[in-house]
C-alpha cells in the first residue's frame, strides 16, 4: 500500500521569503503525485500533479513541484511567498496502474506567513 | 458554477440522530468520493462509488451508508450519530479511469460539510 510523509507539520516564513515544503512517498513504482492546497474552512483546490514526464511541474499560484525519483520525493516550492498563501498543503498519491481510484494524503503542512 | 457542490456546509445535530449530507457534481464524472478530514486536519477516503457501483469501502462503521441515485450524485447518510463522527467530510470527483485511458484522474473536492454532533 502507499503511504505519504510531509515532515513538518507547521512552516513559519516571511512575505517574500522563498518556501519548501516537503513530501516523500512509498510505493512500489512510480505513483501519481499532487499538492493539494486548503485555505482555512474551505475546500481542497489542486496545486499541481504529476502523472509522467518532466519532472519538474507548474501549477497554479507561481507553484512549482520537482518530482525525484531516486529520493521519493515530490516538494512543493514557490520563490516568493505572498501572505495569502497561509493554508494547509496536502501532499497526495494514487496509484499509477488502471482501475485504481485510491488515493492517500499526507498529513498536511501548515503554512504560516509573518507580514 | 460550482464544479462539485455539496449540502449542507454546516451541520450541527445531537448525538443519537440520522443525517444526510448531499453531493452534486456538474463535471461529467463517473467516479465520485466521500472523505473524512479528523480534527488533526488528517483526510482519509471512505467510500468510492464509479457509475453508480461502490468500489472501495474502507473500514468505515456500517452507520455510514453511501446512495447514489445517479452518476452526479453521491450522498451520505449517517445513522445513529456519535460524538466520534465531528469532522469535516469532503466529496470529491474523477473521470473513471478505464475512459480517462486507463490513467488516475485528478480528483475535484467539494467545499466540505462541517458536522459537529454535540
Known amino acids: 500500500a502507499q503511504s505519504v510523509t510531509q515532515p513538518d507539520i507547521h512552516i513559519t516564513v516571511s512575505e517574500g521569503a522563498s518556501l519548501e515544503l516537503r513530501c516523500n512517498y512509498s510505493y512500489g513504482a512510480t505513483p501519481y503525485l499532487f499538492w493539494y492546497v486548503q485555505s482555512p474552512g474551505q475546500g481542497l483546490q489542486l496545486l499541481l500533479k504529476y502523472f509522467s514526464g518532466d519532472t519538474l511541474v507548474q501549477g497554479i499560484k507561481g507553484f512549482e513541484a520537482e518530482f525525484k525519483r531516486s529520493q521519493s520525493s515530490f516538494n512543493l516550492r514557490k520563490p516568493s511567498v505572498h501572505w495569502s498563501d497561509a493554508a494547509e498543503y496536502f501532499c497526495?498519491?494514487?496509484?499509477?496502474?488502471?482501475?485504481?481510484?485510491?488515493?492517500?494524503f499526507g498529513k498536511g503542512t501548515k503554512l504560516s506567513v509573518i507580514p | 458554477d460550482t464544479a462539485v457542490s455539496q449540502t449542507p456546509k454546516y451541520l450541527v445535530t445531537q448525538m443519537g440522530n440520522d443525517k444526510s449530507i448531499k453531493c452534486e457534481q456538474n463535471l461529467g464524472h463517473d467516479t465520485m468520493y466521500w472523505y473524512k478530514q479528523d480534527s488533526k486536519k488528517f483526510l482519509k477516503i471512505m467510500f468510492s462509488y464509479n457509475n453508480k457501483e461502490l468500489i472501495i469501502n474502507e473500514t468505515v462503521p456500517n452507520r455510514f451508508s453511501p446512495k447514489s441515485p445517479d452518476k452526479a450524485h453521491l450522498n451520505l447518510h449517517i445513522n445513529s450519530l456519535e460524538l466520534g463522527d465531528s469532522a469535516v467530510y469532503f466529496c470529491?470527483?474523477?473521470?473513471?479511469?478505464?475512459?480517462?485511458?486507463?490513467?488516475?484522474?485528478?480528483?475535484?473536492f467539494g467545499p466540505g460539510t462541517r458536522l459537529l454532533v454535540l
Open positions: 470529491a470527483s474523477s473521470q473513471d479511469a478505464a475512459t480517462s485511458g486507463g490513467l488516475q484522474e485528478t480528483q475535484y
Open positions: 497526495a498519491v494514487a496509484p499509477s496502474r488502471a482501475g485504481s481510484y485510491q488515493l492517500t
